[in-house]
């Protein structure tokens, strides 16, 4: 009886979930890294390793094509036996701090390289890998196609050994929530940077304060069934994050640092092939990193990670505004009298869906306009806001995306836009709430 058992558990563990040709996928993952390099003017894309991992914590439906257009996209097709390409069996799309740095001085006068780390569904047989990047008018920059055998010897097994962890939320859990099916549910992992040893309890409190903010904002909050959440303790072997400009180095989990792009503020990390193999063996899609200091600053990269500061006065307003952008596409709506370089182009229509160049307004929120909503959120609040839910009005508003001109949101505040304001504009209510649902429902 305990061997049919165990025959029944891995027969379990490896069952193809999806479709009916020669080629499924299984519930196993595939982790592909990639080195994306160049500068202002070329791009490459390489292949540096191929690993597998038990599980596939990933979505189970719509894989067929990617959650937002990102910034770049990566699709795996099934091999035929004449080797060409057959029928998409899973797709998603992404951004990454290397096109951020494309848009720098820097990327004018030096070649660069970054790390990239993908989780993708493990097929049982033969496909082709295509990785995509696209400029800031959508069009590809840099490309790259590769095949995987899923019996590839090289491909080496990971996570066997995963790191502590402790399950935060399970959804489920909550008989006021709408229940979805257990494997079809968001896994969202939190990850300390910074925290030492006798921290732990410091960070787990942190991520329950997180928690506490995201379901003050809807949809999140009433769709916080939909959600797993899980802290991997992975303790640094110094408290504190690095901050380059005052020659402070530390010796942290995701080796992080202030002075990305030499912006004082803006925190990030570069070394995704050591924090994905710290969290191997974790179940996990997305990945928000809490860092261990009282300085401003973060940032959050599409289906990437959030990086933000825990022991800042707004962390939580901050930790939403930078999980909109990673988890669910959002572009910031702020900008100055002195922008960055334009990102958004008159004959382009931005991907992320609260920002618009009226190239294709139809696409957006048009049907919308002119409407007054009462933004939702829920009853936790935080200090010095009202509980009160205000009304917007959906429009076309000028300004967003770093840009004081050619580009328009669609409510007069948002989260993306201030820390003040105390929720998401109905355009990214709606926004979240369809890819929450593309995540977790059958379209």
Avoid at 116 to 131: C, E, Q, T, W, Y
Avoid at 133 to 143: E, W
Wanted: charged share 25%.
């Amino acid at each position: 009886m305990k061997r049919i058992l165990l025959l029944f558990l891995v027969l379990a563990a490896t069952a193809p979930f999806s479709g009916q040709a020669a080629v499924r996928l299984t519930d196993r993952t595939l982790r592909v890294d990639y080195i994306f390099s160049g500068d202002a003017s070329r791009q490459d894309i390489a292949l540096a390793h191929l690993y597998s991992i038990e599980g596939w914590a990933g979505r189970r439906v719509n894989l067929d094509r990617p959650p937002l257009q990102g910034n770049g996209q990566i699709v795996m097709r099934a091999l035929e036996e004449d080797g060409t390409a057959g029928e998409v069996l899973y797709c998603t799309s992404f951004s990454t701090l290397f096109q951020e740095w494309l848009a720098t001085d820097e990327a004018k006068q030096v070649r660069k390289a970054f790390e990239n780390v993908f989780l993708l569904p493990m097929p049982d047989g033969k496909v082709r890998i295509d990785v995509t990047l696209t400029d800031f008018h959508g069009a590809v920059s840099a490309s790259l196609s590769h095949r995987v055998d899923p019996e590839d010897i090289l491909i080496q097994p990971i996570g066997q050994k995963p790191a502590p962890h402790v399950w935060l939320w399970k959804g489920g859990e909550d008989p006021d929530s709408a229940p979805v099916q257990a494997d079809r549910r968001i896994d969202v992992v939190f990850v300390p940077e910074g925290y030492a040893e006798d921290e732990m309890d410091d960070f787990l409190a942190d991520v329950r304060t997180a928690l506490e903010s995201f379901r003050a904002h809807e949809p999140f909050g009433h769709l916080r069934d939909r959600f797993n959440v899980v802290a991997a303790l992975l303790p640094s072997e110094e408290s504190g994050v690095s901050v380059p400009r005052e020659k402070d180095w530390k010796r942290t989990t995701a080796l992080s640092h202030f002075d990305t792009f030499y912006s004082d503020r803006y925190l990030t990390t570069q070394h995704l092939f050591a924090l994905h193999d710290a969290l191997a063996g974790i179940p996990y899609e997305h990945i928000v990193i809490l860092a261990n200091t009282d300085t401003y600053g973060g940032g959050g990269i599409f289906n990437a990670y959030t990086l933000t500061t825990a022991r800042h006065a707004q962390f939580k307003p901050v930790v939403v505004h930078e999980f909109g952008h990673s988890f669910a596409g959002l572009a910031d709506e702020y900008f100055s009298d002195d922008p960055y370089d334009p990102m958004y182009f008159a004959d382009t229509e931005p991907w992320e869906k609260n920002l618009t160049t009226q190239k294709d307004f139809a696409s957006k929120w048009k049907d919308m306009t002119g409407r007054v909503y009462r933004v939702v959120f829920s009853d936790y609040g935080w200090e010095g806001q009202a509980t009160t839910s205000p009304k917007a009005t959906v429009g076309l508003f000028p300004g967003g995306g770093y840009q004081k001109e050619g580009v328009w949101r669609g409510a007069e505040d948002c989260r993306m836009k201030t820390n003040s304001y105390p929720a998401f504009c109905p355009v990214c209510q709606r926004a979240i709430d369809e890819i929450i649902r593309f995540y977790t429902e059958e379209k």
